[in-house]
């Protein structure tokens, strides 16, 4: 199946430093990405989604980064909060359609008072 | 606005027995989604309903099954338990043929023993 991959495991930032999470994707078919954050006990939830068709967009403190020439996806944390801790995932769709996304195996992030 | 609900929480099961999952979509939602999350892993695409019917599956083996209801919740089956169906079971609910808003749960934690 398709590989949604990070290049590290476990990110540690000091509060109000800028994070970024990077994310390696391998189906050029893929059109639409999402990053979840999730918490410890607590099921994804939804930060900020990117079409194939835009390569940069931005929501309150994130931005979203996609490299479509080398299947690279990143995801920017602007002044790192401590309620930012937590694990982060990017996903992908994979086949052209929108009824599942493939998703890696995750980043956490640990924020530094 | 209630956004999705799973139940039961937690969960233990022997190996062998047969376990049913449910899930209530968010408000508004037609479609439902089902993910499978190993300790560690970013969630993996079991399959999902919509109109009563499964409209697209992941490669899980037939033990796993599902149900949508004229109400649009869900429920998810696992018969013959093995100890590597542990997981985090989660679902996710959106809206149309493009999965608007697709929302996440906060799943059910099951251990086999």
């Known amino acids: 199946g398709e590989s949604v991959g990070l290049h590290l495991p476990t990110l540690s930032v000091q509060e109000g430093d800028n994070s970024i999470i990077n994310c390696a994707y391998s189906?050029?078919?893929?059109?639409?990405f999402i990053w979840y954050k999730q918490e410890s006990g607590k099921g994804p939830q939804f930060i900020i989604d990117?079409?194939?068709?835009?390569d940069k967009r931005q929501g309150q403190r994130v931005t979203v980064l996609l490299n479509k020439t080398v299947k690279h996806l990143s995801l920017q944390i602007a002044a790192t909060q401590p309620g930012d801790s937590a694990v982060y995932f990017c996903?992908?769709?994979?086949?052209?359609?929108?009824?599942?996304?493939?998703f890696g195996s995750g980043t956490k992030l640990n924020v530094k008072p | 606005d209630a956004g999705v609900t799973q139940s039961p929480t937690h969960l233990i099961k022997t190996r062998g027995q047969q376990v049913t999952l449910r899930c209530s979509p968010k408000?508004?939602?037609?479609?439902v989604s089902w993910y499978q999350q190993a300790l560690g892993q970013g969630p993996q695409f079991i399959f999902q309903?919509?109109?009563?019917?499964?409209?697209q599956r992941g490669n899980f083996p037939d033990r796993f099954s599902g149900h949508q209801f004229p109400n649009y919740s869900s429920e998810l089956n696992v018969n013959a338990l093995l100890l590597g169906d542990s997981a985090l079971y989660l679902c996710?609910?959106?809206?149309?043929?493009?999965?608007?808003?697709?929302?996440f749960g906060s799943g059910t934690r099951l251990t086999v023993v």
């Open positions: 990117i079409r194939s068709n835009m």
């Open positions: 189906n050029s078919a893929s059109d639409y």
């Open positions: 309903y919509y109109e009563e019917e499964e409209r």
């Open positions: 996710a609910s959106s809206f149309g043929a493009d999965n608007y808003g697709y929302t």
């Open positions: 996903a992908e769709n994979g086949d052209y359609n929108f009824n599942k996304f493939y």
């Open positions: 408000s508004g939602h037609d479609t």
